[in-house]
């Protein structure tokens, strides 16, 4: 999949980094709870057969409830979410030109840590985060400490690369872009924990 970057006000595509996938690998020694249960149906003690009946009757109680929740996990996980679906809208943004002053109020009006900076006909030019805020005096301009090439992607697509995205490239925030490459919205790292919260295993089981 292929990343866009903001750059200028223009969208280009670049070279999504490689996330460096660590792979368990299968350990042959691991005892496999039903290979137990079943050796000791086959062979059952005759002194211990209620305990160990009633105790194969509860772990196998405990292993629907574990097979009901992964059942319910993976319908979850059929149905496709895009960043779209989570995303923090109207998107509250800010001109280069606007002081750090601005921006600071604007930031703590809205309870928000980003604000995309766009130009005069709403094309995203850059980016600014309240860490970059920090020490700097209030009157200067924000296009000063503002990070210009600003990776964005479509609104269509699904909050698991988002997550990879954000991920991969260690940031918080993602501005979405339409079809037409205007801005409709952002996605951050409280979007995604907010979906998670509510997703219905998660209230059910926890």
Same mark, same amino acid.
């Given at each position: ?5 903001? !750059? ?47 105790? !194969? ?43 750090? =002053? ?17 130009? =005069?006909?709403?094309?995203? %030019? /850059? ?7 920090? /020490?700097?005096? =209030?009157?200067? !301009?924000?296009? !000063?400490?503002?990070? %210009? ?12 690369? %988002? ?8 940031? *918080? ?16 790292? *409280? ?16």
């Amino acid at each position: 999949m292929s990343l866009m970057i903001s !750059r200028s006000g223009k969208i280009q595509e670049i070279t999504r980094k490689s996330l460096t996938k660590k792979v368990t690998p299968p350990d042959d020694n691991r005892v496999h709870f039903e290979d137990v249960l079943e050796k000791e149906s086959e062979h059952p003690d005759e002194k211990n057969f209620s305990h160990k009946e009633q105790h !194969r009757k509860e772990s196998n109680v405990e292993a629907k409830g574990i097979k009901s929740y992964q059942k319910q996990s993976n319908q979850i996980n059929t149905k496709l979410v895009h960043a779209k679906d989570i995303c923090s809208r109207p998107v509250i943004t800010a001109r280069p030109q606007d002081t750090i =002053s601005m921006a600071m109020e604007k930031m703590q009006k809205y309870k928000i840590h980003h604000l995309p900076l766009v130009d =005069s006909n709403g094309k995203l %030019v /850059g980016i600014i985060s309240d860490r970059d805020l920090l /020490g700097k005096r =209030s009157h200067e !301009r924000l296009e !000063r400490y503002s990070t %210009v090439d600003v990776l964005v992607v479509k609104e269509s697509l699904e909050i698991k690369m %988002v997550a990879r995205l954000m991920l991969e490239n260690h940031i *918080s925030a993602l501005p979405l872009i339409n079809e037409e490459e205007e801005l409709t919205g952002m996605v951050t790292k *409280s979007n995604l924990l907010e979906y998670i919260m509510k997703s219905t295993p998660f209230e059910r089981h926890v």
